[in-house]
């Protein structure tokens, strides 16, 4: 079966830094999403990107955080200047169209020190 | 926005049957999924239900009753396997196709 790749599978950075957390989406999904889970809790909606640009986006998704399709197969995640409370196993998941289950990357694992 | 709602824990035996179950309220309903989740790892798809009544996939079952805002999730023939969490996650009716989870009930099976 297809799969969703996350790169990398763990990142520890310092309070402040920079981070981008890479994915690689099924290659004929159109629709792309990134979620997190804060360990114990529930798995959590950042941002939607369809057609080259973010469709949905909730709270937790503010200017500290953005995406980019930089080319036809990358899905990237930055986060300006990480606070401890982003610490957290962020997801990647991509999905054909309606009525289409998400598939799930495997996850990269951010600790912000 | 949307509201859902699962037990935190259950507890099953190997070879008996569970059913996990999920409210939902949702502003514009369009699909109920079910996802498991084994601890450190992503989410995998189990089950869809957009219309009401049963789907069946082996031993996993899912049901669906959109006047009543619920779901369950049957599992049959428990496994020590299938201890992990649950997951329920709604789809709304946006052009994105968003899936918002639940809290996700970890279940636990004993010998």
């Known amino acids: 079966e297809p799969e969703v790749t996350q790169t990398p599978s763990h990142q520890v950075t310092q309070m402040g830094q920079e981070v981008i957390l890479r994915c690689v989406p099924i290659s004929n999904h159109l629709y792309f999403y990134w979620y997190r889970q804060i360990l114990g809790q529930k798995v959590e909606f950042l941002v939607s990107?369809?057609?080259?640009?973010?469709?949905?986006k909730s709270e937790i998704f503010d200017d500290q955080f953005s995406v980019e399709r930089p080319d036809g197969s990358n899905f990237t995640l930055k986060i300006r200047s990480t606070k401890l409370e982003d610490s957290a196993m962020y997801f990647c998941a991509s999905g054909g169209g309606d009525n289409e289950k998400l598939f799930f990357g495997s996850g990269t694992q951010l600790s912000v020190l | 926005g949307q509201n859902i709602d699962q037990p935190t824990e259950m507890t099953a035996t190997e070879g008996a049957i569970v059913q996990i179950n999920c409210t939902y309220q949702?502003?514009?309903?369009?699909?109920l999924f079910w996802y498991q989740q084994h601890a450190g790892e992503a989410p995998t798809f189990l089950s869809y239900n957009v219309l009401d009544g049963l789907e069946e996939k082996g031993r996993f079952s899912s049901f669906l009753s959109r006047s009543k805002g619920y779901s369950y999730l049957l599992l049959k023939e428990l496994q020590m396997k299938d201890s992990a969490s649950y997951l329920c996650?709604?789809?709304?009716?946006?052009?994105?196709?968003?899936?918002?989870f639940g809290t996700g009930t970890r279940l636990t099976v004993i010998p």
């Open positions: 990107f369809y057609n080259n640009e973010i469709s949905e």
């Open positions: 996650a709604v789809r709304e009716q946006t052009g994105a196709n968003n899936l918002f």
């Open positions: 949702t502003s514009g309903f369009n699909g």
